[in-house]
């Protein structure tokens, strides 16, 4: 059997969407999937943005619109309406499996049940990945460059050498319930120590009956495990606003997402990585599908420009971790910095964020839980809405102030 130009390892969107673009640009492309079947288990809600899927080639069958988000604190309440939405939830599993048919019409191999073990590094380049089936069918997989799509474990990368282990995730619990009562225009965060402390907990519907009901702590900001305050809300759901009445769980997830931002190095001679194994997530919501999308895309684009000139060397590999910083290196960083304060956030320090929040502006907003609030955006909004330096914010002023300098702003309000 020809040998691959290119094994993705892992199955989710960012891997098939490399896997689609590299197979139309007339690559042969093996994707390594150890589970059974594409996005199933599910480990992610599916929270995103309407405008960024649309233009992403997700159809509208496969999200939910939401009307109202509403951010609930221990003692306030926040409510924005969208007209037309700007918030959904993705059918993930659908997703998932739309993005692997597009692969597979591209003429890419999905190898199912089959796991990737490890890169096969020869004088420090990736030269393959050794894998290995579920009916126990080890194999040597050889090819020009690999992609690391495994996800928070970024197994192929680490074990490569080009950087560290994650040590900070987003560790979260969800329930996919039958609600019948629940509001089906409404997404809702709730937040507090009581709630989920380093972390925060959401509810959201995907489709009719169905909602999904979440709790994700940050480790090792917090030790705590998210299933208990699941169980909690579930119960309680009433004390902030959910209507859970008849509500029934159907499936259980669970799900691990870096929360460290985008890794240092995620580039090395014949590998890159893309999607949460790149730390490309938004630090601020923790969702990652879109930008796994646009990654495993930009990851593709610079290695068929690699290839066509015979040189997969990190330096010539690395025009994708340039152009990626480049377009979303300042305002992912800035999330990161917020998520890193708001895990500290007292219950006294959510509160004056829902009041403060009252006076942004519903374009500000947009760019802030969008993850396109650049460091001069955020600082001008800081200058114009002054009430926004509460206690929580002010060491990210600092930080904006100093990174702003000479930075032009990556969005308009």
């Known amino acids: 059997m020809r040998q691959p130009d290119v094994v993705v390892a892992g199955g989710g969107p960012g891997g098939l969407a490399a896997a689609a673009a590299l197979a139309r640009a007339g690559l042969r492309v093996v994707v390594l999937e150890r589970q059974a079947e594409i996005g199933a288990p599910i480990r992610t809600s599916g929270g995103s943005y309407i405008g960024d899927l649309t233009a992403l080639g997700i159809p509208a069958s496969l999200f939910h619109p939401y009307r109202r988000a509403r951010f609930v604190t221990p003692h306030e309440e926040v409510v924005f309406a969208y007209d037309p939405p700007l918030l959904c939830l993705l059918d993930v599993r659908g997703t998932f499996q739309l993005l692997a048919e597009l692969a597979a019409a591209a003429g890419a191999e999905l190898r199912l049940g089959v796991s990737a073990l490890a890169p096969i590094v020869e004088d420090g380049r990736a030269v393959g990945v050794a ?6 069918r080890s194999e040597e997989l050889r090819c020009r460059v690999v992609v690391d799509a495994t996800g928070y474990r970024a197994a192929m ?29 409404e997404t809702a965060i709730v937040v507090g120590h009581g709630v ?30 998210p299933r208990p305050y ?25 799900g691990l997402i870096p929360a460290e931002g985008l890794r ?15 730390g490309q997530a938004s630090p601020i919501l923790g969702e990652g599908i879109r930008w796994a999308l646009r990654g495993g895309r930009m990851a593709a684009e610079a290695i068929v420009e690699a290839m066509a000139g015979g040189d997969v060397s990190a330096a010539t590999l690395g025009r994708y971790e340039r152009r990626w910083r480049a377009h979303y290196g300042a305002s992912l960083r800035v999330g990161q910095w917020i998520n890193e304060e708001m895990a500290a956030w007292t219950d006294a320090q959510w509160d004056e964020a829902a009041r403060t929040l009252r006076r942004v502006r519903p374009r500000q907003l947009e760019h802030m839980l ?28 600092g930080r904006l102030r100093r990174a702003a300098l000479g930075t032009r702003p990556s969005a308009e309000c």
């Not at 995730?169 to 009562?181: I, K, N």
């Not at 993850?371 to 002023?397: D, E, F, I, Q």
């Open 131 to 136: 894998s290995k089936s579920t009916v126990g």
């Open 157 to 185: 990368l680490t074990q490569a050498g080009v950087g560290a282990p994650f040590r900070r995730f987003g560790v979260g619990a969800e329930y996919d319930l039958f609600a019948p009562h629940y509001d089906h225009d």
């Open 230 to 254: 699941l169980d909690r809300l579930l119960a309680n759901g009433a004390a902030y606003g959910l209507n859970l009445a008849g509500a029934q769980p159907l499936e259980v997830h669970h």
């Open 370 to 397: 969008q993850g396109t609030a650049g460091p001069a955006l955020l600082l001008r909004m800081l200058v114009t809405n002054p009430a926004l330096l509460t206690t929580g914010a002010r060491t990210v002023a």
């Open 196 to 225: 989920a402390p380093a972390g925060y907990a959401w509810a959201g519907p995907w489709r009719a009956g169905r909602v999904r009901l979440g709790v994700g702590i940050i480790h090792p900001d917090a030790r705590d495990d």
């Open 264 to 278: 240092p190095r995620f580039v090395g001679d014949g590998i890159v990585a893309v999607g949460d194994a790149a």
